[in-house]
């Protein structure tokens, strides 16, 4: 993303906007008619003009960050917003999301957990906020029982710590509590979570995801309940197929996905989840 260019062209239009509305009455309406009515709506130019000077002013401050954001360049990033945020203790929701984000980019879940502590004392509820970025993180590092108790802390309408979400990053937050159990080898609770999955997530990968893993693992570790929990696994792979009707489509999701810096760390499970579903 050129974020120089859109904010050369946010100038251009309101210059151009300014100037068509305050020419436009002098041409159609006549010098004096034209008068009247800007006297009497003559607040509309300062006030354009003042967010045009609070855009530039924003961009100027914040032009390294958009920089290095639009080279990709992660680690100078990572220094420009570890001076901002942890040294001169600039904790804007804005910044710290985008300095755990940046983390995870790198896989560096010791800093993603360190920043966590920080929050914890500094600003609590940007931890809340962030709740995916700092519970993948947990998963990242192997804190299975960590990332088990993080996430049933902030699990929506019954965590103590339950965050305001949408209604996306909510299943994200019970779907992931569900992934933590899996790894924490709590098998039952898992199937559980994973199986309502299958059988009523809107969510075409999030379905995949959990059919894949009722299928692939838990049906192995629970062989008292195998023949109910393939017939979820099944459900939840043709509701898939439904929603997303080849491969194509699943790529479509994926790539929407991209935006989630949380979701890296489920990669290879996406790819793996995508060839259970269409195979």
């Known amino acids: 993303m050129k974020f120089k260019s859109i904010i050369i062209a946010f100038n251009v239009v309101i210059a151009f906007f300014l100037a068509f509305v305050f020419l436009i009455p002098f041409i159609v309406l ?12 003559w607040s509309f130019g300062p006030a354009l003009l ?9 961009f100027a401050l914040n032009y390294r960050v958009f ?18 945020v942890l040294r001169k203790k600039n904790y804007t929701p804005r910044l710290v999301k985008l300095l755990a984000n940046s983390y995870l980019v790198l896989s560096d879940a010791v800093s993603v957990n360190a920043l966590e502590r920080k929050l914890t004392v500094a600003r609590p509820a940007l931890v809340n906020a962030n709740a995916l970025v700092f519970g993948a993180a947990r998963i990242l590092a192997q804190d299975n029982r960590g990332a088990v108790e993080f996430f049933e ?5 019954t965590g103590t710590r339950s965050p305001k979400v949408s209604g996306a990053d909510r299943e994200w937050l019970s779907w992931y509590h569900g992934f933590a159990l899996l790894l924490n080898r709590q098998f039952g609770p898992a199937a559980e979570r994973f199986s309502r999955f299958a059988e009523t997530s809107g969510d075409g990968i999030l379905t995949g995801l959990s059919s894949y893993f009722i299928d692939d ?12 929990l393939a017939g979820k696994a099944l459900e939840g792979k043709e509701r898939v197929r439904k929603a ?3 491969r194509t489509d699943w790529n479509r999701e994926v790539k929407r996905l991209e935006t989630e810096v949380h979701a890296v760390v489920l990669t290879h499970y996406i790819e793996k989840a995508a060839n259970y579903v269409y195979s």
């Not at 006549?30 to 709506?41: E, P």
């Not at 920089?67 to 901002?84: G, H, I, M, S, T």
């Not at 802390?153 to 309408?157: C, E, F, H, I």
């Not at 693992?217 to 109910?228: A, H, I, Q, V």
């Open 30 to 41: 006549g010098r004096d008619a034209a008068v009247i009515l800007w006297q009497s709506s």
């Open 50 to 58: 003042l967010l045009l000077i609070g855009m530039d002013l924003y």
């Open 67 to 84: 920089l290095l954001l639009e080279k990709e360049d992660w680690p100078a990033l990572v220094q420009e917003l570890e001076n901002r």
């Open 153 to 157: 802390d902030r699990l929506p309408g």
């Open 217 to 228: 693992t838990l049906r192995k570790f629970l062989p008292e309940k195998t023949l109910s």
């Open 244 to 246: 997303l009707k080849n």
